[in-house]
């Protein structure tokens, strides 16, 4: 056998099948569940990001502080299910985090690094200058009502907590920061400090018209602020005084990481995952079916059939169709008159009027059961389908009994 035919034998182009549609079903699959299975390991400031901006260190440092941590994909069920933590980037505004919608707290760290891309290593930023503050404030401020503040200088600063009194407790200080920043209330929209630092510049605000927390600073919680011990033991004390029992949910919906909600995602998930697989199944036996197939195709009947017989059960439709059948008792009887003039050998030139009464005569001789004037009358007297079957039944018999045929 030569090389060309063993490439296309059975056997193969079976394999070959089975792998092609095993490779599509991996690549629907994969298409469909893309976002969630990326690690978003991108180097941007969000919760998913290892690099130094970003917050993935705060993830695994507040779980293994024994806190509750979620990242979140896509909108959280359940009314104030814990403290929703949002980290939008340079160049977001305050529309970006409106989509997000969520019916219990809400923190928004506010961005202040626009790092750059590490060169030979993916994953990684090499930090560049900080993002202007006008800009900060033009983009995703100003609808706040907020004006942040950078200090010139890297150094520790020592936080202080506010209570709704007016007292404040010492939280702690933090490790060295470069270009702390903080925030302040500008125009009508108040802002109630909750943490500020030593110099009274508010860390952590509350916005009460937009139910909305304002996290100054992200080197609180990114990754490298966090490699500091100070630091982080000042986050989770925050975090801690702040919400003791909630738990934390970092979004990372405004950095493009949603979980895609399509049909394919609805016939790949409970509980629509089983008719799907029926339909998988049903076509797979299906192309196995047609694979294996024996016998030459049976190729569908023409639209119209051919032949007497066909022309005779066409006529017989048109016949029933039009509900003529009643009218043809007297053609049936005609005929049967004209069966028995011949086999009887009755004079050709007899009138109907006269070849009637010669089969009578001739009937009455023989024993016929019924005169033929009889059944003609009958016939024409004929109305309906019940009275067509006697009449003609008769005329049957009546030819056989003249002819002396046998049934």
């Known amino acids: 056998m030569s090389r060309a035919a063993e490439a296309f034998r059975g056997r193969t182009v079976a394999i070959m099948i089975l792998v092609g549609v095993l490779a599509f079903a991996g690549l629907t699959v994969l298409s469909v569940y893309a976002p969630q299975l990326s690690s978003g390991d991108d180097g941007r400031a969000q919760p998913l990001s290892r690099s130094a901006v970003g917050f993935a260190g705060a993830v695994k440092f507040f779980q293994a502080r024994g806190r509750t941590v979620l990242v979140s994909r896509g909108p959280i069920r359940g009314e104030g299910a814990g403290v929703l933590l949002l980290t939008p980037g340079p160049g977001m505004t305050h529309k970006d985090?409106?989509?997000?919608?969520?019916?219990?707290?809400?923190?928004?760290?506010?961005?202040?690094?626009?790092?750059?891309?590490?060169?030979?290593?993916?994953?990684?930023?090499?930090?560049?200058?900080?993002?202007?503050?006008?800009?900060?404030?033009?983009?995703?401020?100003?609808?706040?009502?907020?004006?942040?503040?950078?200090?010139?200088?890297?150094?520790?600063?020592?936080?202080?907590?506010?209570?709704?009194?007016?007292?404040?407790?010492?939280?702690?200080e933090t490790g060295p920061i470069t270009s702390f920043q903080t925030i302040s209330g500008s125009g009508l929209k108040g802002l109630e400090a909750v943490v500020v630092d030593q110099d009274g510049g508010v860390v952590l605000g509350w916005l009460p018209k937009r139910s909305l927390y304002v996290l100054a600073d992200p080197d609180l919680l990114n990754t490298q602020g966090l490699r500091s011990l100070a630091t982080a033991s000042v986050a989770d004390a925050m975090i801690g005084q702040w919400a003791p029992d909630a738990p934390l949910i970092f979004d990372v919906t405004l950095h493009g990481y949603k979980r895609s909600r399509s049909l394919l995602t609805l016939a790949l998930e409970p509980p629509f995952l089983g008719g799907t697989l029926c339909a998988f199944a049903a076509a797979l036996l299906a192309g196995l079916g047609a694979a294996v197939r024996f016998g030459p195709v049976r190729r569908p009947p023409p639209p119209f059939a051919m032949?007497?017989?066909?022309?005779?059960?066409s006529t017989a439709g048109l016949i029933r169709m039009a509900r003529r059948e009643p009218r043809m008792t007297q053609g049936y009887a005609r005929l049967c008159r004209a069966l028995v003039a011949r086999g009887v050998g009755a004079p050709r030139q007899l009138e109907e009027e006269a070849l009637e009464a010669f089969l009578d005569r001739l009937g009455a001789s023989r024993g016929a059961t019924s005169t033929f004037s009889d059944l003609m009358r009958d016939a024409r007297a004929t109305q309906d389908l019940a009275a067509l079957m006697a009449v003609t039944r008769k005329l049957y018999d009546w030819r056989l009994e003249m002819t002396r045929e046998h049934r």
């Open 97 to 172: 985090l409106d989509r997000v919608a969520y019916d219990g707290a809400r923190v928004v760290v506010l961005p202040k690094w626009n790092p750059r891309p590490h060169p030979f290593h993916k994953g990684w930023v090499v930090r560049d200058a900080a993002v202007p503050t006008l800009t900060l404030e033009k983009d995703l401020l100003l609808d706040l009502g907020l004006a942040p503040h950078r200090r010139t200088v890297t150094g520790t600063r020592t936080l202080w907590w506010i209570y709704d009194d007016g007292t404040s407790s010492r939280i702690g």
């Open 307 to 313: 032949g007497k017989e066909a022309l005779v059960d």
